[in-house]
């Protein structure tokens, strides 16, 4: 893991933008994430960082995911990742392959624009803040603050332009995906305090749902099924997966949306491929007789398939060839 020592501080702070040395005690920081000062992260959380699959693999662009608290937060990564590696770097070519033919360098661009680019709208359009480790305690804890030895030794570095915090985290990209980076951590303070604190009221009225809204707009507001791009953060079964397609007009032609085609990212080991999905939006043979009991075992579809016709409603599935996730 990298750590800023009191020697190189100096250096940090003039990395483009602007930045500022640490001004909010670890008493504050836990205050703002659980409510009180004595709660503390598991060992769950300060275990998980963003780890990507191999480098040039059918998964080169996937980040894993355990199925606890971090999941949410690794998806939400995951889809501006996605989003980032088809439709904002070149965009001349636009397919599946394009995912699947990064080396390990574009994982670390990638993971540093989707970070960038979230934090940035969490601050507003004007401002991010990133959070990294120091080698030395920042602020000594009172008895009012339950230490973990992580928290006290953060410090903020707040810039002004996207461009510089984007190059800032990248060249500490092993902060955030490095093992034993405490990495989503980082990422969870670094989007809070990227807020200005006259936005606080309104993010812990909606709080936790508001983390989720944060990641995916930079507000606090209702999750819309219909983005500009065709990635969807989708909430199955408990479980938060990615779904989203390669056509960037996708959604703003609705010739587009007779037969088309979705990909599926469920972030567990075991999904070693894309699952790649055609959506028929105008032949509806799914549709059963309304006196079969719905309920019946070899009635039941997929979550996916569910999700999915919460958007397009009536449309048929197929999974060519890939066993459907329940």
């Known amino acids: 893991m990298f750590q800023v020592g009191p020697g190189s501080v100096h250096r940090l702070e003039v990395v483009g933008g602007e930045s500022r040395r640490e001004v909010h005690p670890p008493a504050t920081r836990t205050q703002l994430l659980f409510g009180n000062v004595f709660h503390i992260f598991s060992c769950e959380w300060t275990r ?38 088809l439709f904002v770097r070149n965009t001349e070519y636009t397919h599946l392959e394009r995912l699947c033919r990064i080396s390990r360098q574009e994982q670390g661009e990638a993971l540093a624009a989707a970070l ?56 500490h990209i092993n902060c955030f995906k490095g093992e ?85 990212y469920n972030g567990q080991q075991e999904q070693t491929t894309t699952a790649h999905l055609t959506i028929d939006t105008h032949s509806h043979h799914w549709e059963e007789d309304q006196s079969e009991d719905p309920s019946r075992p070899e009635k039941r579809r997929p979550s996916v398939e569910m999700a999915i016709r919460t958007k397009w409603a009536g449309a048929t599935v197929s999974w060519n060839g890939t066993d459907p996730f329940f």
């Open 180 to 264: 034993g980076s405490h990495g989503v951590i980082l990422f969870l303070y670094s989007l809070i305090f990227s807020r200005t604190l006259a936005r606080y009221i309104s993010f812990f009225k909606h709080f936790p749902l508001a983390v989720l809204s944060l990641l995916l707009t930079g507000r606090v507001c209702p999750r819309l099924r219909t983005p500009r791009l065709p990635v969807w953060l989708c909430g199955i079964s408990g479980r938060h997966s990615v779904l989203f397609g390669t056509d960037s007009l996708l959604l703003s032609d609705w010739k587009r949306e007779r037969v088309f085609h979705l990909y599926f």
């Open 48 to 85: 998980v960082y963003f780890r990507f699959r191999e480098p040039y693999s059918d998964l080169a662009y996937a980040l894993e995911a355990g199925k606890g608290g971090t999941r949410t937060i690794l998806m939400a990564v995951q889809a501006h990742i996605i989003k980032y590696l």
């Open 116 to 171: 960038a680019d979230t934090l940035w709208a969490a601050g507003g359009d004007g401002r991010a803040v990133v959070c990294l480790v120091t080698a030395a305690v920042r602020v000594t804890p009172s008895r009012d603050y339950k230490a973990d030895n992580f928290t006290e030794r953060i410090q903020l570095f707040e810039f002004s332009e996207k461009a510089a915090a984007q190059e800032f985290i990248f060249d």
